[in-house]
């Protein structure tokens, strides 16, 4: 029962153009979502959050927009750059203290 | 360096027998999460330690089984292993709860033979 969803195994973008990576969750109880990032060979990193309260978060080149209607949460990330290449995760808690559900990841490819 | 550290980084083992894996969470940090991650999967939720005690348990199997210690160090028992135990599994640390940010060792990768 896959609680998180990343529906799109990988995404390639050119560097410059905007990467849209998307995210569905099903437990309406998650009110706080976060974003890692995975290069080979390393342990993820914590990129951005989001909590329900709020329906955007920025920072920097990385926007987190959420849509709790939809249950759906997507990171934009413009512009992209190669650096930008890794394995992204989606992963969601409620009441600030269960273990976080992690989707499968989507391996995007920012390509020169 | 993040912080946490795993040992080994690489693992290889014969079906049928026991290996532990070693975490050392991010200094200050009294929460310890272990992760599996198969090939096509996400990372999959094994156990929480807070403070030397079981916090939460996820997906985990009877065969596995995992100890904080009172310096905070965490150790994941594999035993009985399977050819569908190999993977990578990963250790996070955080100071409180994970809207903190998890802060992830390298893993360990496991495969069995």
């Known amino acids: 029962d896959q609680q998180v969803k990343q529906n799109s195994p990988s995404l390639s973008v050119q560097e410059g153009r905007i990467s849209i990576l998307n995210c569905d969750y099903t437990n309406s109880m998650f009110d706080y979502f976060l974003w890692y990032k995975k290069y080979p060979a390393e342990g993820p990193t914590f990129l951005i959050s989001?909590?329900?309260?709020?329906d955007k978060n920025e920072d920097g080149r990385f926007t987190v927009f959420l849509n709790k209607s939809a249950k759906h949460l997507s990171l934009h990330i413009v512009p992209s750059q190669p650096g930008d290449s890794a394995v992204y995760f989606c992963?969601?808690?409620?009441?600030?203290?269960?273990?976080?559900?992690f989707g499968k990841g989507t391996r995007l490819s920012v390509i020169a | 360096d993040s912080g946490v550290t795993q040992t080994p980084k690489h693992l290889i083992t014969a079906t049928g027998q026991r290996v532990t894996l070693r975490c050392s969470p991010r200094s200050g940090d009294l929460s310890v999460y272990w992760y599996q991650q198969s090939l096509d999967q996400g990372l999959q939720f094994l156990i929480q330690y807070y403070n030397g005690e079981e916090r939460a348990k996820g997906n985990i199997l009877e065969r596995f089984s995992a100890q904080q210690f009172p310096d905070l160090h965490s150790e994941l028992n594999l035993s009985s292993l399977e050819l569908g135990d190999s993977a990578l599994y990963f250790c996070a640390s955080s100071v409180e709860g994970p809207i903190y940010g998890y802060t992830f060792g390298s893993g360990t990768r496991l495969t069995v033979v």
């Open positions: 992963a969601a808690t409620y009441s600030g203290n269960t273990p976080l559900v």
């Open positions: 989001i909590s329900s309260i709020k």
